[in-house]
């Protein structure tokens, strides 16, 4: 997660495109408020009893707030519905320009050294697995609770053999996400790490998942991973749910704003990035509209846009690179071949479920995506 927008890069967009998302990102929109349960709005806690799974929010909080940070209490962290991830809800109004949160510097997991690059992500992914092992004896005790209760994040990497190979046969030669294995290879060249060495690549999976990069002086140009309590439980979303931004930098408290007025029970929304299958490598999720998409077939066919919703609420690409007739017969091909796709494995992966080879978390995720791959072209080839 990166230091302040972490949504759409207007600087990539063509003209009607960057329009499209200065016009709609701030927007408020009733579609996208989700309406608290019976009672969820007179919750004079953080959403810490045991039937809402939010065990050591509270403490959390306190934490923040005794190191000289702040929570504003109008917020809620509050288990998903519908398999939705745990997520931070509005309990009440917030208006523009509210201090959600500020986070001391000194409750942040971060490297021991001013360092940038993978210098820095390698020594803040060390410092996070020493924390790990500490456990209640950590400093950062309430946060490496939370983060101890996570255990591995599931992403492509870390799946069974069975789904790693459904999902390759879903990717195929040209659709991304190619490079899903990197993270291991990235630990062991880079960090020389062992990511056989479960607690440390555990750690570096989460830091992978959790971290934001911290800018290192007030230009912004080099940054830092660094593990940041509270502000980790924003779900992403781009478009116009998008309601935050952030201040940070080295040193300094880490503070996050709502960018526009948040209504009671809407859920409050980070930006992780700008591109739907760096999100599916990165967090193991497929996001919802809208969606940025960039399919490259070799030999100069490629295209890139965004798939989100138009005036009459259909689905709509649109474009920062337009196909032309070579890469949308490409597409057409790519189609074809994903439909075929479906009918030859569909079955096989039940059995594959059945016999405990293949993760029903993992078969699920990986036909979302590849649902998600048939919408993003088709209706691309459509239009």
């Given at each position: 997660r990166e230091d302040t927008n972490r949504s759409q890069s207007s600087?990539?967009?063509?003209?009607?495109?960057?329009?499209?998302?200065?016009?709609?990102?701030?927007?408020?929109?009733?579609?996208?408020?989700?309406?608290?349960?019976?009672?969820?709005?007179?919750?004079?806690?953080?959403a810490s009893a045991e039937e809402n799974g939010n065990q050591g929010i509270d403490s959390l909080v306190e934490w923040i707030?005794?190191?000289?940070?702040?929570v504003d209490s109008?917020?809620?962290?509050?288990?998903?519905?519908?398999?939705?991830?745990?997520?931070?809800?509005?309990?009440?109004?917030?208006?523009?320009?509210?201090?959600?949160?500020?986070?001391?510097?000194?409750?942040?997991?971060?490297?021991?050294?001013?360092?940038?690059?993978?210098?820095?992500?390698?020594?803040?992914a060390r410092a996070l697995a020493k924390e790990l092992s500490?456990?209640?004896?950590?400093?950062?005790?309430?946060?490496?609770?939370?983060?101890?209760?996570?255990?591995?994040?599931?992403?492509?990497?870390?799946?069974?053999?069975?789904?790693?190979?459904?999902?390759?046969?879903?990717?195929?030669?040209?659709?991304?996400?190619?490079?899903?294995?990197?993270?291991?290879?990235?630990?062991?060249?880079?960090?020389?790490g062992d990511p056989a060495v479960a607690p440390e690549f555990d750690a570096v999976?989460?830091?992978?998942?959790?971290?934001?990069?911290?800018?290192l002086s007030d230009e912004g140009t080099a940054s830092q991973a660094a593990m940041v309590p509270f502000y980790d439980l924003y779900n992403h979303r781009n478009g116009p749910s998008h309601n935050t931004r952030v201040e940070a930098a080295v040193g300094q408290e880490f503070k996050v704003y709502a960018t526009r007025a948040i209504k009671k029970g809407e859920e409050i929304y980070n930006s992780y990035g700008n591109s739907t299958s760096e999100m599916f490598r990165d967090y193991g999720f497929i996001e919802t509209i809208p969606q940025m998409w960039k399919f490259d077939f070799g030999g100069g066919k490629?295209?890139?846009?965004?798939?989100?919703?138009?005036?009459?609420?259909?689905?709509?690409?649109?474009?920062?690179?337009?196909?032309?007739?070579?890469?949308?017969a490409a597409m057409e091909k790519e189609l074809k071949r994903l439909i075929a796709v479906e009918i030859d494995n569909f079955s096989w992966t039940r059995k594959k479920v059945k016999s405990g080879?293949?993760?029903?978390?993992?078969?699920?995720?990986?036909?979302?995506?590849?649902?998600?791959?048939?919408?993003?072209?088709?209706?691309?080839?459509i239009v």
């Amino acid at each position: 997660r990166e230091d302040t927008n972490r949504s759409q890069s207007s600087a990539t967009l063509l003209p009607e495109v960057k329009d499209l998302y200065d016009a709609r990102r701030f927007l408020p929109s009733s579609d996208h408020a989700e309406t608290l349960p019976p009672g969820g709005g007179d919750l004079k806690t953080f959403a810490s009893a045991e039937e809402n799974g939010n065990q050591g929010i509270d403490s959390l909080v306190e934490w923040i707030r005794n190191s000289g940070g702040s929570v504003d209490s109008r917020q809620e962290v509050r288990k998903g519905r519908f398999k939705k991830p745990r997520g931070v809800f509005a309990k009440d109004e917030i208006e523009e320009g509210a201090l959600l949160c500020s986070v001391p510097w000194s409750n942040i997991i971060k490297p021991t050294e001013n360092v940038e690059g993978n210098s820095g992500k390698c020594s803040t992914a060390r410092a996070l697995a020493k924390e790990l092992s500490l456990g209640e004896e950590s400093k950062f005790g309430p946060f490496v609770k939370i983060l101890s209760d996570l255990g591995r994040p599931s992403l492509p990497e870390t799946w069974s053999e069975a789904g790693r190979e459904l999902l390759d046969k879903v990717l195929g030669k040209f659709i991304a996400p190619q490079d899903y294995m990197r993270f291991g290879k990235w630990w062991r060249e880079e960090c020389k790490g062992d990511p056989a060495v479960a607690p440390e690549f555990d750690a570096v999976l989460l830091m992978v998942t959790r971290a934001a990069d911290v800018a290192l002086s007030d230009e912004g140009t080099a940054s830092q991973a660094a593990m940041v309590p509270f502000y980790d439980l924003y779900n992403h979303r781009n478009g116009p749910s998008h309601n935050t931004r952030v201040e940070a930098a080295v040193g300094q408290e880490f503070k996050v704003y709502a960018t526009r007025a948040i209504k009671k029970g809407e859920e409050i929304y980070n930006s992780y990035g700008n591109s739907t299958s760096e999100m599916f490598r990165d967090y193991g999720f497929i996001e919802t509209i809208p969606q940025m998409w960039k399919f490259d077939f070799g030999g100069g066919k490629e295209t890139e846009y965004v798939m989100d919703t138009g005036i009459d609420g259909a689905l709509f690409p649109y474009w920062v690179n337009r196909p032309d007739s070579k890469t949308t017969a490409a597409m057409e091909k790519e189609l074809k071949r994903l439909i075929a796709v479906e009918i030859d494995n569909f079955s096989w992966t039940r059995k594959k479920v059945k016999s405990g080879e293949l993760a029903k978390e993992e078969m699920d995720t990986i036909w979302s995506y590849h649902g998600a791959l048939m919408n993003a072209i088709d209706h691309t080839i459509i239009v």
